[in-house]
């Protein structure tokens, strides 16, 4: 045999050796396979979502300059419905309590009592008197009639003229005003008289002085503004009406007072004095509706 087949069998000897070697090493290896197979359900858990993966892989985001976000307040449990079915509504917020409104001031205590109207008046002071016809102003100097500038101030300082009539208006003559609107107030005041001044001063147009009876020290809570510089202003000084005061201010106001009732009675049409302070201004509306009043004085500051 040639030297070529010899090798070729050799060649064969091994190829099939190296066979069967390989088959025992396949089925020794089978077993491990088998026990290494995994259940589908455990296939499908070890299947990754690519993108996941990315996801997982890339680095998370951090907000630029922002603060942490707060945690959300725990929500509670919406109240239980009431017998009716429904849920009961939600308590309101307490209102925070108002202030009481404020009380409307009383009347001054010396408006009762006159012993308390007992101010020394400053020597020089102006009122400035509300009508129902306009303003006018009354500069008062106290060493003109320093009784009556006290008891003047006194009346204006505790509020006492308000709805005063000017219930005796005499064309070229005079305004006269002063009786209280309430018949109690003018049962304090009718007899709370002042004594006399003398007259320092006469009186001329746009002055006031204290209306008075014939006797001494009579003057109390009436008055009278001058209308003309005539003849009777030289009887009025002599019977002692001692003015205290003038009208610097608004005189056209006090000319322009209704004065269609003329002389009071009983000796003219106009009203009557006693009626006055008996029923106050009830008994002025209902019989002369006409007339003129002081709404207010004030200190003129």
């Not at 020089?124 to 129902?132: L, M, P």
Request: net charge negative; charged share 25%; hydrophobic share 35%.
């Amino acid at each position: 045999m040639s030297r070529y087949w010899i090798f070729c069998l050799a060649v064969l000897a091994l190829v099939l050796l190296g066979a069967c070697g390989g088959g025992e090493e396949n089925s020794a290896q089978q077993p491990a396979q088998s026990s290494q197979a995994q259940k589908p359900e455990e296939q499908q858990a070890d299947q990754q979502d690519p993108e996941a993966d990315k996801a997982e892989a890339a680095p998370p985001e951090t907000p630029e300059e922002e603060p942490a976000d707060e945690p959300e307040p725990a929500k509670k449990d919406p109240p239980p419905p009431t017998a009716s079915g429904a849920r009961p509504a939600p308590p309101a917020k307490a209102d925070k309590p108002k202030p009481a409104p404020a009380k409307p001031a009383g009347p001054h205590p010396a408006l009762l009592d006159p012993s308390l109207a007992n101010e020394t008046a400053p020597d020089q002071f102006r009122v400035h008197f509300e009508t129902t016809k306009g303003d006018f102003i009354v500069e008062v100097h106290r060493d003109w009639s320093p009784r009556g500038a006290d008891r003047f101030y006194n009346l204006v300082r505790i509020g006492y003229f308000q709805e005063i009539a000017f219930f005796r208006v005499l064309r070229g003559f005079m305004a006269q005003f002063g009786i209280h609107g309430d018949p109690s107030v003018n049962r304090l005041w009718s007899n709370a008289n002042i004594k006399d001044d003398p007259v320092k001063q006469s009186n001329q147009r746009s002055f006031v002085s204290f209306a008075k009876t014939g006797l001494p020290n009579s003057r109390s809570v009436q008055f009278f503004i001058n209308y003309g510089d005539n003849e009777q202003k030289a009887a009025l000084d002599r019977q002692g009406f001692s003015p205290f005061g003038q009208v610097v201010s608004g005189m056209e106001v006090v000319d322009s007072l209704y004065n269609g009732y003329g002389e009071g009675a009983p000796r003219g049409p106009g009203p009557h004095q006693g009626m006055l302070q008996q029923q106050g201004n009830a008994y002025l509306k209902a019989n002369f509706p006409k007339l003129d009043y002081v709404k207010k004085a004030t200190l003129v500051k």
